[in-house]
């Protein structure tokens, strides 16, 4: 989508019972739109764009996308108020569902910006960019957090955090259920080391029964998916429905209880083939889209072949659409 469009009036309705979460580098429009072809209700969200790239930069091209991928969230980053409602304001315009402020993001690059996790430790500021972006827009303003930051890790320091935040109007926190370090961890190790505490999590509910608490971290299955809703509003799924996007296939029947038949393997990837010709069309790359989709190509006889299709050989040929057709092929019956 263009900013000049008109969104669509029948939007499928937003719920995070069931969200994939904010990526960088992954969740661009091309994933987004293959992830809806396995959920028509998984909750999408963008990669974080920060507001200087919004206000600054091509912003046409980090507000497109397909009008498929509703319901959709626009992940920000930034901690100049003013700012963030300015980018509310385009994204509202743009038509998306939603709008999310990253304070989860632990890398050095966006704490020299004061984005992401490092604004746990400010939470007036938060609130106030959250009360900023809410006075600009109608949609919903959600913040994705962790439980804390190094050296701002108590219990009572998280809860301040999400009472401050929560007076400033928002009422809908994931919380990813790990602590940020914010010196010597890579953004990999940052998901990796810190341990998970669900406790932490499911503790923050108990104590703020009135907010929407989703949970995100380490999360690998739909029975844990299912495990967790009893306790939280909803679950996030980040590397594990890249990885495995197969797993969205059952979403809608296990979580939502949409008895509509589960989309085949090879019938997601023809779904994907008017998409890709017009991706091609416009003067891009096949693999631009396609080195999405690999995850799909695992656990059955071929899914190796497959994989070297469309990772190896998609660069080596003058027919992308004759190999995409091939690869499709290697899918049938799995």
């Known amino acids: 989508m263009t900013l000049d469009q008109t969104p669509s009036a029948t939007k499928p309705v937003l719920s995070r019972r069931f969200s994939v979460a904010p990526m960088m580098d992954w969740t661009d429009r091309h994933c987004r739109f293959f992830l809806r072809q396995l959920s028509k209700h998984a909750l999408l969200y963008t990669e974080m764009v920060t507001t200087g790239a919004l206000l600054h930069g091509d912003t046409a091209r980090f507000l497109r996308y397909d009008e498929s991928e509703h319901p959709l969230a626009l992940q920000l980053g930034g901690s100049v108020p003013g700012d963030l ?52 827009v109608g949609v919903e303003v959600t913040v994705k957090h962790r439980i804390g930051i190094n050296g701002r890790d108590s219990y009572s320091q998280l809860c301040d955090f999400v009472g401050q935040v929560r007076e400033a109007g928002c009422r809908s926190f994931t919380v990813h259920a790990r602590i ?49 809703l009893q306790t939280f509003d909803g679950v996030m799924l980040g590397r594990e429905a890249y990885h495995n996007p197969y797993l969205l296939a059952q979403v809608d029947s296990s979580l939502f209880g949409n008895n509509a038949p589960v989309i085949s393997r090879a019938q997601a990837l023809r779904n994907m083939r008017p998409y890709i010709e017009r991706h091609l069309a416009e003067g891009g790359a096949m693999h631009h889209v396609t080195r999405h989709v690999l995850g799909l190509g695992q656990g059955f006889p071929g899914a190796r072949r497959f994989r070297q299709l469309l990772s190896v050989d998609i660069h080596k040929t003058d027919e992308p659409l004759a190999l995409l057709d091939q690869a499709t092929a290697l899918l049938e019956g799995h």
Do not use: W
């Open 85 to 136: 409602a300015a980018c509310a304001k385009l994204a509202e315009v743009a038509g998306y569902d939603e709008v999310n402020l990253n304070v989860g993001c632990p890398s050095d690059r966006v704490q020299n910006n004061m984005i992401g996790a490092c604004l746990m430790g400010h939470p007036q500021l938060v609130a106030d960019c959250v009360k900023a972006m809410r006075d600009a």
């Open 180 to 228: 940020a370090i914010l010196e010597g961890l890579s953004p990999k190790q940052n998901r990796e080391v810190p341990p998970l505490r669900y406790d932490v999590a499911a503790q923050l509910k108990r104590d703020f029964p009135d907010l929407e608490i989703i949970l995100n971290g380490g999360i690998k299955t739909l029975e844990e998916c299912r495990e967790h």
